[in-house]
């Protein structure tokens, strides 16, 4: 097996864990941190046999990061190394090391403050700022100084500066390590003309025709991969090729088939949302072409709603998916902009504290017993006008008492690993004798549409969706996406488990605008009478 990079850093990483209860590892991608580090921090003597958790931003992540350090074991996954993401736990008694997702680290921590079972929590990929990776380390940092003081945090990134982050974990050293060598070309193809997706489709043919090798194609959503795979179909350079998307909306296997390498004799076009960016090796890929766009969260505390926005990436991005072209040997990444444009890139993109929905952080501090976010630790705090329009929600949700602590109602809110208007609707459904239906609304809500438009039409009535959620025919003009569907369902059945409660619980034409009104009370309209002539 061929060394990874990271190993010649391993001695200052043991000796850093070993002196001091902090640390932050910086590594680009490639360079094995990921899957090795955990397991060659298992047998320190700190540890004492306590087990080791590590933060994954994406469910795929974690899944992929316990694979592959259980072959490296030699064992399955649930072993020595499992996982805990939302819906699946793979763990058992002999576990040493657990990688989870974020919303899993945070109710870990709410759970038990002070994590006696572990001596250390990893927080992967930092450098991607999410906004349950900054709420961790807070919670974490608050913990070790109130109740754990040996417990380890480590941090781990790929592309932010380590220096914020070691002054914040009270002045943690900094281990640096390189990645693998391999050179990347570049080449500017310019800024599409024409749609975005037939731009991305002659750059696709152009590479298949040009460049050995399978090939990773970043875009920024679902619905940009799914017509770009259409086009692609049709492309007399893509016969024989495979198409497969990766993102995190598929299911597992699709998944499992866009990482595997392709069969001696065939190519692969992978087509990807930024889940690619880090932490999955993708085997095969020598070619990467860059839309150069990303989809983001982002609330507007005007309208109390949040929304995605597509956005040029940032140049640490878009470094990100260059070096997928290096990860096994000199590659070549094509941008879909020109050079001159790099210029006018953001360095990196902005922390999603900053940008998204803080009504789950207030809950979730809430429940923490912290209702002044300033009494923690943040590289970047909540910002005020967000803040106030998250605490503003809760209280109407009757989340909290009037001198802002908990309520009962919160509290069994908190309990639902779920947005606080769903977790209060689902909370409150059950006194309606209509808790299975709002099970499934929650799990449709918590999606992207359960129905996709053939064309031009348009119906954006819930019941239809539920109906479809049930195995109902959608209407015309509409189809269900299937993999859509079959998460939700899994989801809404999980919901369904764990309240007890039946799926024919409730009236579908008359309790669907009484309990999305539960969720949304301040989005409740009177309609306006048409003009009189």
């Known amino acids: 097996m061929t060394e990874l990079p990271i190993e010649a850093a391993l001695p200052a990483i043991r000796a850093a864990l070993a002196g001091g209860n902090g640390l932050v590892v910086q590594a680009p991608p490639g360079a094995g941190k990921t899957t090795r580090i955990p397991l060659a921090l298992l047998d320190e003597g700190w540890l004492a046999g306590r087990r080791i958790v590590m933060l994954e931003p994406r469910r795929l992540a974690a899944r992929m990061a316990a694979g592959r350090m259980a072959a490296t074991l030699g064992e399955g996954v649930g072993e020595t190394v499992g996982y805990r993401i939302r819906f699946d736990s793979r763990v058992g008694p002999r576990t040493r090391v657990e990688v989870v997702t974020e919303g899993v680290l945070t109710r870990m921590l709410r759970d038990d403050p002070s994590l006696r079972p572990y001596g250390l929590i990893i927080f992967d990929e930092f450098h991607e700022r999410s906004l349950h990776a900054d709420l961790g380390l807070a919670l974490a940092l608050e913990s070790r100084a109130v109740l754990r003081s040996d417990l380890r945090l480590l941090v781990m990134s790929a592309t932010v500066e380590g220096g914020p982050v070691a002054k914040l974990m009270g002045g943690a050293p900094v281990v640096t390590a390189e990645g693998r060598a391999h050179a990347v ?23 298949l025709a040009a460049e050995a090798g399978d090939v990773l194609v970043f875009l920024p959503g679902a619905a940009e991969i799914r017509r770009l795979q259409a086009l692609l179909r049709e492309e007399p350079a893509c016969a024989g090729v495979h198409l497969a998307p990766l993102l995190g909306e598929i299911a597992q296997a699709e998944q499992d088939r866009a990482l595997r390498p392709s069969p001696p004799g065939e190519r692969k ?49 878009a470094d990100q998916r260059r070096g997928r072209a290096g990860r096994l040997g000199p590659g070549v990444c094509y941008r879909l902009w020109a050079e001159v444009e790099e210029r006018g890139l953001v360095p990196f993109t902005a922390p999603e504290i900053l940008e998204a929905d803080l009504a789950p952080l207030a809950l979730d ?4 017993g912290t209702a002044d976010p300033a009494s923690l630790s943040w590289l970047d705090p909540p910002p005020e006008a967000a803040w106030h329009e998250a605490r503003e929600l809760l209280f109407r949700l009757g989340a909290l008492e009037n001198d802002g602590r908990l309520s009962d109602h919160g509290r069994a809110m908190a309990a639902l690993p779920l947005h606080p208007r769903l977790a209060h ?25 359960i129905l996709r438009a053939k064309g031009s039409a348009r119906n954006a009535d819930a019941r239809i969706r539920v109906a479809a959620l049930r195995g109902d025919e959608p209407p015309s003009g509409f189809e269900a996406d299937r993999g859509v569907r079959q998460r939700a369902r899994a989801a809404a059945q999980e919901w369904r488990r764990r309240l007890k409660v039946r799926q024919d619980d409730g009236d ?14 301040d989005r409740i309209a009177r309609r306006r009478p048409p003009p009189t002539q």
Request: charged share 20%; net charge neutral; glycine share 10%.
């Open 508 to 521: 579908v034409t008359d309790d669907t605008g009484v309990l999305i009104a539960l969720a949304y009370p």
């Open 365 to 368: 501090l809430a429940a923490w």
């Open 185 to 207: 070309e570049t080449r500017w193809l310019g800024k599409p003309a024409g749609r975005f997706e037939e731009a991305v489709a002659r750059a696709v043919a152009k590479v």
């Open 269 to 317: 076009v992978v087509l990807a949302t930024s889940i690619a960016e880090t932490s999955l090796t993708i085997e095969g890929v020598r070619v990467v072409i860059d839309g150069g766009l990303m989809r983001r969260p982002r609330f507007d505390p005007a309208s109390g709603m949040g929304r995605l926005v597509t956005l040029p990436v940032s140049r640490a991005a």
């Open 425 to 449: 609707m689902i909370v409150h459904a059950q006194g309606l004798n209509c808790g299975g239906l709002a099970c499934d609304l929650a799990a449709l809500l918590g999606e992207r549409d």
